[in-house]
């Protein structure tokens, strides 16, 4: 059984220990001709450049608001996405749909910045649906108050679709005689969705 882990444990090793190493170089001035074992280390230095910054506090309060907004909202939108498509009974519908919601995943960063900034740029569709409209165009990628929400909108939507999946799949893997017998003692289709 030991030799039948060592494949494992071998893995593991390569790739989720050996490259902690690499966090030698925060402590490091790192030198990548020298690597690792040769760069001259600096201790806190870098550590102490950091917290010395004036806006550090603005940047660890981003850093969170961002990262939590991003977790909170995508779960939400991917558990209100595989509720709505559970209850589609069309399956060419649903699987249509589901394949719409799951394509953004498969798009790299650097596609989907390219749309957002086209889309959200001073003369983006965005803004001149805003002008059309007779209001006045928004910096979005520019202006503080924008830039977050744009920023969490992005992610919601490029990871909503592989959330999507992992629900509907939860969702989908529960035993019709539960909601069976919930119809029997009397819940209606919200109540079986909730419970």
């Given at each position: 059984?030991?030799?039948?882990?060592?494949?494992s444990i071998i893995f593991l090793a390569i790739f989720c220990y050996f490259p902690m190493y690499g966090n030698v170089m925060a402590?490091?001035?790192?030198?990548?001709?020298?690597g690792f074992l040769?760069?001259?280390?600096?201790?806190?230095?870098?550590?102490?450049t950091l917290f010395a910054l004036p806006n550090i506090m603005n940047v660890f309060?981003?850093?969170v608001f961002i990262a939590s907004a991003k977790i909170i909202f995508g779960t939400i939108a991917a558990i209100i996405l595989s509720l709505m498509l559970n209850e589609v009974r069309s399956s060419l519908?649903?699987?249509?749909?589901?394949?719409i919601i799951y394509m953004p995943y498969f798009l790299s960063w650097v596609i989907l910045g390219s749309i957002f900034t086209t889309m959200f740029s001073n003369d983006g569709f965005v803004n001149q649906i805003i002008a059309s409209a007779g209001g006045e165009k928004v910096f979005f990628l520019g202006d503080n108050n924008w830039f977050r929400f744009i920023i969490i909108l992005t992610d919601v939507w490029k990871g909503a679709g592989f959330?999507?999946?992992v629900y509907l799949a939860a969702i989908t893997g529960i035993d019709p005689t539960l909601y069976e017998a919930a119809v029997m003692d009397g819940a209606g289709r919200m109540r079986q969705i909730w419970h």
């Open positions: 059984l030991h030799i039948m882990m060592l494949p402590f490091q001035n790192f030198n990548p001709g020298r040769y760069s001259p280390f600096a201790g806190l230095k870098h550590f102490r309060y981003n850093t519908y649903r699987r249509g749909v589901q394949t959330g999507t999946v």
